[in-house]
């Protein structure tokens, strides 16, 4: 004989070897209750998880970059469309995944969709873009500072083209940690400054100007991979890094190059120094930041928290 618990453990026994055995029959209202409730449970289970994604910060101006952070998550690496371009995700510990995006500067402000995937759910995050201040500037240059012979035509279109290949570049990650400002003087010239020149000519200040004395050391922005040291007819000396997965950090008019293409250098390493070559009118460094092809304003990338 049992005693009467020993029997209602026997009894779980043979229910549960009956149920992973498919024998079970649903002879009662309890039992199907029971199946119901399992086949629930099963359905739902790969929509339970619970994972956070954050746009990061809340608030993003035109010309911006930002960040999504997905947290909590034990599916496999998220997937992210942002204007039609995939967003690469890097992983930050347990659970953790980080992407990196940018908003052009003529794009029009409001509310973009991010299509985040991460394993069977799919969520579309918000993302609010507000309108950029930015200032306008008149200059007056001698006219043969802006007018070009048709061989410098030719050669900025050559560097153009070269540089527009550099960009299509999508390498490994190599940056490690937040981004940070390659000189520890004030700016000059912001991001997105429009100049008009000889009340005709436009250009949008595409990076950021910082004031430096000749000969002062430039540091890397982040670890990366040193892609061009070149005499560019604007840029003059023009060095660019390639930090992996989009990201680019562009040098412009040094007086000389402390590295060579093929280099990997760490964050802050001394990649060159302040000058005043190509289109400049004074020692001060162009400091430029792209992402996925997108100029970003250069301060709202190194305010990033990586
Ligand atoms: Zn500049």
Redesign the pocket.
């Known amino acids: 004989m049992l005693a009467g618990e020993e029997k209602d453990t026997a009894m779980k026994t043979i229910m549960q070897y009956r149920f992973l055995n498919g024998l079970i029959t649903p002879s009662s209202g309890s039992s199907l209750l029971i199946l119901l409730l399992i086949f629930l449970i099963t359905l739902s289970a790969p929509y339970a998880e619970a994972f956070q994604a954050k746009v990061l910060p809340s608030n993003i101006h035109t010309g911006d970059a930002f960040m999504l952070r997905v947290t909590g998550l034990d599916a496999a690496e998220p997937s992210a469309i942002f204007e039609k371009k995939a967003l690469h995700f890097s992983k930050y510990g347990k659970g953790c995944f980080v992407a990196i995006g940018a908003v052009d500067i003529k794009s029009r402000p409001g509310v973009y969709l991010i299509s985040l995937k991460t394993g069977q759910q799919k969520t579309k995050l918000q993302l609010r873009v507000l309108k950029g201040s930015f200032k306008t500037i008149h200059l007056t240059l001698p006219e043969e500072k802006v007018t070009f012979s048709p061989e410098d035509l030719v050669r900025i279109d050559r560097e153009d083209e070269m540089m527009g290949s550099i960009w299509q570049i999508e390498s490994e990650r190599l940056w490690d940690g937040s981004f940070i400002l390659p000189l520890p003087n004030p700016f000059s ?1 912001p991001f997105g400054t429009k100049r008009i020149i000889n009340k005709k000519t436009v250009s949008l ?1 595409r ?3 910082m004031q430096g004395k000749a000969g002062e050391a430039i540091q890397a922005s982040n670890r990366g991979r040193v892609v061009l040291t070149e005499e560019l007819f604007f840029g003059g000396n023009t060095l660019i890094l390639d930090h992996g997965q989009g990201i680019f950090t562009v040098y ?2 040094m007086s000389g190059f402390n590295v060579k293409p093929g280099d990997i250098v760490s964050k802050s390493d001394v990649i060159g120094f302040v000058g005043s070559s190509g289109r400049s009118s004074g020692p ?1 460094l ?3 930041v792209k992402v996925m092809r997108v100029n970003a304003n250069p301060v709202s990338i190194t305010g990033l928290k990586l």
């Open positions: 010239t200040h990076g950021l100007d412009m008019h001060h162009h400091f430029g």
